[in-house]
Protein backbone atom coordinates (compact mmCIF):
# COMPACT_ATOMS: atom_id res chain seq x y z
CA UNK A 1 0.00 0.00 0.00
CA UNK A 2 0.99 3.29 -0.63
CA UNK A 3 2.51 5.36 2.34
CA UNK A 4 1.04 8.69 1.32
CA UNK A 5 -2.48 10.54 0.94
CA UNK A 6 -3.27 13.23 -1.35
CA UNK A 7 -6.09 14.98 -1.94
CA UNK A 8 -7.69 13.47 -5.45
CA UNK A 9 -8.06 16.53 -7.52
CA UNK A 10 -7.11 20.43 -7.39
CA UNK A 11 -7.50 23.96 -9.22
CA UNK A 12 -5.17 26.55 -9.91
CA UNK A 13 -5.24 29.75 -11.85
CA UNK A 14 -2.77 30.42 -14.85
CA UNK A 15 0.31 31.83 -13.32
CA UNK A 16 -0.46 31.79 -9.61
CA UNK A 17 1.24 28.98 -7.11
CA UNK A 18 0.19 25.67 -7.21
CA UNK A 19 0.17 24.45 -3.85
CA UNK A 20 0.24 20.70 -3.96
CA UNK A 21 -0.24 18.92 0.14
CA UNK A 22 1.03 14.84 1.07
CA UNK A 23 0.66 13.58 4.01
CA UNK A 24 3.32 10.60 5.08
CA UNK A 25 2.33 10.40 8.74
CA UNK A 26 4.66 7.00 8.79
CA UNK A 27 7.37 8.29 7.35
CA UNK A 28 10.87 6.63 8.75
CA UNK A 29 14.38 8.05 9.38
CA UNK A 30 15.63 7.03 5.98
CA UNK A 31 13.32 7.47 3.92
CA UNK A 32 13.00 10.19 1.45
CA UNK A 33 9.84 12.33 -0.13
CA UNK A 34 9.54 11.92 -4.01
CA UNK A 35 7.61 13.75 -6.14
CA UNK A 36 7.03 12.85 -9.79
CA UNK A 37 3.71 13.92 -12.44
CA UNK A 38 1.93 12.44 -15.05
CA UNK A 39 0.91 14.25 -17.82
CA UNK A 40 -2.04 13.05 -20.28
CA UNK A 41 -1.23 9.37 -20.30
CA UNK A 42 2.40 9.39 -20.91
CA UNK A 43 5.11 8.27 -18.36
CA UNK A 44 6.08 10.19 -15.47
CA UNK A 45 8.52 12.72 -14.75
CA UNK A 46 10.29 13.06 -12.10
CA UNK A 47 9.96 16.64 -10.40
CA UNK A 48 12.13 16.57 -7.50
CA UNK A 49 12.76 14.83 -4.07
CA UNK A 50 14.03 15.67 -0.43
CA UNK A 51 14.77 13.97 2.71
CA UNK A 52 14.47 16.37 5.67
CA UNK A 53 15.27 20.32 4.39
CA UNK A 54 13.80 21.92 1.90
CA UNK A 55 14.50 21.80 -1.96
CA UNK A 56 14.47 24.03 -4.78
CA UNK A 57 15.19 23.42 -8.50
CA UNK A 58 14.01 24.42 -11.81
CA UNK A 59 10.70 22.67 -11.63
CA UNK A 60 9.17 23.25 -8.46
CA UNK A 61 9.90 23.95 -4.23
CA UNK A 62 9.64 20.87 -2.03
CA UNK A 63 8.72 22.39 1.54
CA UNK A 64 8.81 19.20 4.20
CA UNK A 65 7.61 19.74 7.57
CA UNK A 66 10.13 19.34 10.55
CA UNK A 67 8.46 16.26 11.84
CA UNK A 68 8.44 14.99 8.00
CA UNK A 69 4.61 13.82 8.21
CA UNK A 70 3.53 15.78 5.87
CA UNK A 71 5.44 17.83 2.83
CA UNK A 72 3.99 20.49 -0.08
CA UNK A 73 5.36 20.41 -3.60
CA UNK A 74 4.85 24.09 -4.90
CA UNK A 75 4.91 25.38 -8.39
CA UNK A 76 5.71 29.12 -8.33
CA UNK A 77 3.34 29.98 -11.69
CA UNK A 78 1.55 27.26 -12.61
CA UNK A 79 1.00 26.89 -16.47
CA UNK A 80 -1.58 25.38 -18.71
CA UNK A 81 1.11 22.75 -19.88
CA UNK A 82 1.27 21.89 -15.95
CA UNK A 83 -2.09 20.15 -15.78
CA UNK A 84 -1.22 16.61 -14.79
CA UNK A 85 -1.68 13.92 -12.07
CA UNK A 86 0.80 14.75 -9.58
CA UNK A 87 2.40 11.53 -7.35
CA UNK A 88 3.93 12.20 -3.84
CA UNK A 89 5.81 9.14 -3.08
CA UNK A 90 8.02 8.17 0.15
CA UNK A 91 10.84 5.77 -0.68
CA UNK A 92 13.53 4.22 1.61
CA UNK A 93 16.91 4.55 0.37
CA UNK A 94 17.88 1.02 1.24
CA UNK A 95 14.95 -0.19 -1.36
CA UNK A 96 14.48 0.03 -5.11
CA UNK A 97 10.82 0.09 -4.70
CA UNK A 98 8.71 3.10 -5.58
CA UNK A 99 5.17 2.71 -4.69
CA UNK A 100 3.02 5.31 -6.40
CA UNK A 101 -0.43 6.22 -5.05
CA UNK A 102 -3.21 7.65 -6.92
CA UNK A 103 -1.99 11.20 -7.14
CA UNK A 104 -3.51 14.25 -7.17
CA UNK A 105 -5.28 15.72 -10.65
CA UNK A 106 -4.05 19.51 -10.91
CA UNK A 107 -6.20 21.06 -13.31
CA UNK A 108 -4.77 24.69 -14.25
CA UNK A 109 -6.73 27.44 -14.91
CA UNK A 110 -6.76 29.73 -17.60
CA UNK B 1 20.48 8.86 -26.55
CA UNK B 2 16.83 7.58 -26.73
CA UNK B 3 15.91 7.25 -22.94
CA UNK B 4 14.26 4.19 -22.23
CA UNK B 5 12.45 2.47 -25.40
CA UNK B 6 8.83 0.54 -25.09
CA UNK B 7 7.99 -2.28 -27.98
CA UNK B 8 5.23 -2.68 -29.37
CA UNK B 9 3.50 0.71 -28.66
CA UNK B 10 0.10 -0.84 -29.18
CA UNK B 11 -1.60 -5.31 -28.54
CA UNK B 12 -4.20 -6.52 -28.64
CA UNK B 13 -4.61 -9.99 -27.26
CA UNK B 14 -6.73 -12.73 -26.77
CA UNK B 15 -7.83 -14.57 -23.60
CA UNK B 16 -4.66 -17.15 -22.88
CA UNK B 17 -2.46 -16.06 -25.70
CA UNK B 18 1.18 -15.36 -24.55
CA UNK B 19 3.36 -12.08 -25.52
CA UNK B 20 6.52 -10.66 -24.27
CA UNK B 21 6.59 -6.97 -23.41
CA UNK B 22 10.29 -5.67 -24.79
CA UNK B 23 12.45 -2.37 -22.60
CA UNK B 24 15.30 -1.10 -23.47
CA UNK B 25 17.63 1.72 -22.37
CA UNK B 26 20.60 3.20 -23.34
CA UNK B 27 21.91 5.44 -20.27
CA UNK B 28 23.96 2.52 -18.61
CA UNK B 29 21.10 2.58 -15.58
CA UNK B 30 21.36 -0.22 -13.04
CA UNK B 31 18.39 -0.73 -12.21
CA UNK B 32 15.07 -1.57 -14.42
CA UNK B 33 11.21 -1.84 -13.77
CA UNK B 34 7.47 -2.93 -14.66
CA UNK B 35 4.45 -1.04 -13.97
CA UNK B 36 1.12 -1.21 -14.65
CA UNK B 37 -1.60 1.72 -14.78
CA UNK B 38 -5.39 0.45 -15.06
CA UNK B 39 -7.93 2.85 -16.36
CA UNK B 40 -8.29 6.08 -13.71
CA UNK B 41 -5.56 4.18 -11.33
CA UNK B 42 -2.15 5.22 -10.03
CA UNK B 43 0.76 2.58 -11.03
CA UNK B 44 1.50 -0.58 -9.49
CA UNK B 45 4.99 -2.05 -9.74
CA UNK B 46 5.03 -6.03 -11.18
CA UNK B 47 8.86 -6.47 -10.83
CA UNK B 48 11.70 -4.77 -10.90
CA UNK B 49 15.68 -5.82 -11.32
CA UNK B 50 18.29 -3.64 -8.59
CA UNK B 51 20.74 -5.02 -10.97
CA UNK B 52 21.80 -7.17 -14.41
CA UNK B 53 21.13 -10.82 -13.05
CA UNK B 54 18.52 -9.70 -10.19
CA UNK B 55 14.83 -9.68 -9.99
CA UNK B 56 12.68 -9.20 -7.65
CA UNK B 57 8.79 -8.97 -7.04
CA UNK B 58 6.90 -6.19 -6.69
CA UNK B 59 3.25 -5.35 -5.99
CA UNK B 60 1.54 -7.10 -8.29
CA UNK B 61 3.59 -9.67 -9.65
CA UNK B 62 0.93 -12.41 -10.39
CA UNK B 63 0.56 -13.64 -13.65
CA UNK B 64 4.10 -12.43 -14.92
CA UNK B 65 7.67 -13.22 -15.58
CA UNK B 66 10.50 -11.28 -16.33
CA UNK B 67 13.77 -11.61 -17.68
CA UNK B 68 16.70 -9.37 -17.07
CA UNK B 69 18.67 -10.19 -20.30
CA UNK B 70 21.31 -7.65 -20.47
CA UNK B 71 21.87 -4.15 -18.66
CA UNK B 72 20.38 -2.31 -20.74
CA UNK B 73 17.00 -5.08 -21.66
CA UNK B 74 14.37 -6.11 -19.22
CA UNK B 75 11.68 -8.07 -21.01
CA UNK B 76 7.97 -8.45 -19.06
CA UNK B 77 6.18 -11.73 -19.96
CA UNK B 78 2.70 -12.71 -20.19
CA UNK B 79 2.06 -16.63 -20.26
CA UNK B 80 -1.16 -16.94 -20.74
CA UNK B 81 -3.08 -13.17 -20.69
CA UNK B 82 -6.50 -12.30 -18.93
CA UNK B 83 -9.02 -9.74 -19.03
CA UNK B 84 -7.84 -8.23 -16.06
CA UNK B 85 -4.28 -7.62 -17.42
CA UNK B 86 -5.77 -5.11 -19.59
CA UNK B 87 -3.63 -1.95 -19.03
CA UNK B 88 -0.99 -0.03 -19.81
CA UNK B 89 2.75 -1.10 -18.88
CA UNK B 90 5.41 1.54 -18.30
CA UNK B 91 9.13 0.32 -18.13
CA UNK B 92 11.84 2.55 -16.10
CA UNK B 93 15.12 2.47 -15.31
CA UNK B 94 17.41 4.11 -12.53
CA UNK B 95 21.16 4.38 -11.53
CA UNK B 96 21.52 2.25 -9.11
CA UNK B 97 20.32 4.21 -5.68
CA UNK B 98 19.55 6.86 -8.03
CA UNK B 99 16.95 9.57 -7.39
CA UNK B 100 15.22 10.00 -10.47
CA UNK B 101 13.72 7.34 -12.15
CA UNK B 102 13.31 7.57 -16.03
CA UNK B 103 10.07 6.35 -17.83
CA UNK B 104 9.21 4.78 -21.37
CA UNK B 105 6.30 5.42 -23.27
CA UNK B 106 4.33 2.64 -21.90
CA UNK B 107 2.48 -0.33 -23.91
CA UNK B 108 -1.10 -0.10 -24.21
CA UNK B 109 -2.59 -4.12 -23.93
CA UNK B 110 -6.12 -4.65 -24.46
CA UNK B 111 -6.93 -8.66 -23.43
CA UNK B 112 -10.58 -9.42 -24.85
Known amino acids: DAKTTQPPSMDCAEGRAANLPCNHSTISGNEYVYWYRQIHSQGPQYIIH???NNETNEMASLIITEDRKSSTLILPHATLRDTAVYYCIVRDSGTYKYIFGTGTRLKVLA | NAGVTQTPKFQVLKTGQSMTLQCAQD?????MYWYRQDPGMGLRLIYYSASEGTTDKGEVPNGYNVSRLNKREFSLRLESAAPSQTSVYFC???????????FGPGTRLTVT
Open chain 1, 50 to 52: GLK
Open chain 2, 27 to 31: MNHNS
Open chain 2, 92 to 102: ASTTQGGYEQY
